[in-house]
Nanobody, 126 residues
Framework: EVQLVESGGGLLQTGGSLRLSCAAS????????IGWFRQAPGKEREAISC????????HYADSVKGRFTISSDRFRKLVYLEMNSLKPEDTAVYYC???????????????????WGQGTQVTVSS
């Protein structure tokens, strides 16, 4: 059974940092890419970053480029999203999702992701 479980969300102040984790199981790690999405109240879900676990390619949305860093731990089957210089507009539920590595060039398209986690809340106060 494929499972993606996010953790690490919380409440923090503007300018703070947080690291989210996505624990993956039930599929061959190197065959997939893991994307991070977020959904703020009243807004559509936004693709913010992706790591291709096959070739290591990294992708970022402009809204988080330079502040967020995606990485992976192959041995522990974890994908991280390090978030720095957080702003109130980063407040959202953050999700990780898995797509086939061969599709990772289309990483912002959420319809291509096969598996999703349950989400973790990040709240940034001003």
């Amino acid at each position: 059974e494929v499972q993606l479980v996010e953790s690490g969300g919380g409440l923090l102040q503007t300018g703070g940092s947080l690291r989210l984790s996505c624990a993956a199981s039930g599929f061959r790690f190197g065959d997939y890419a893991i994307g991070w999405f977020r959904q703020a109240p009243g807004k559509e879900r936004e693709a913010i970053s992706c790591i291709d676990l096959g070739d290591g390619a990294l992708h970022y949305a402009d809204s988080v480029k330079g502040r967020f860093t995606i990485s992976s731990d192959r041995f522990r089957k974890l994908v991280y999203l390090e978030m720095n210089s957080l702003k109130p507009e980063d407040t959202a539920v953050y999700y990780c999702a898995a797509m086939r590595s061969s599709d990772s060039g289309l990483w912002p398209y959420e319809s291509l992701y096969e598996f999703w986690g349950q989400g973790t809340q990040v709240t940034v106060s001003s």
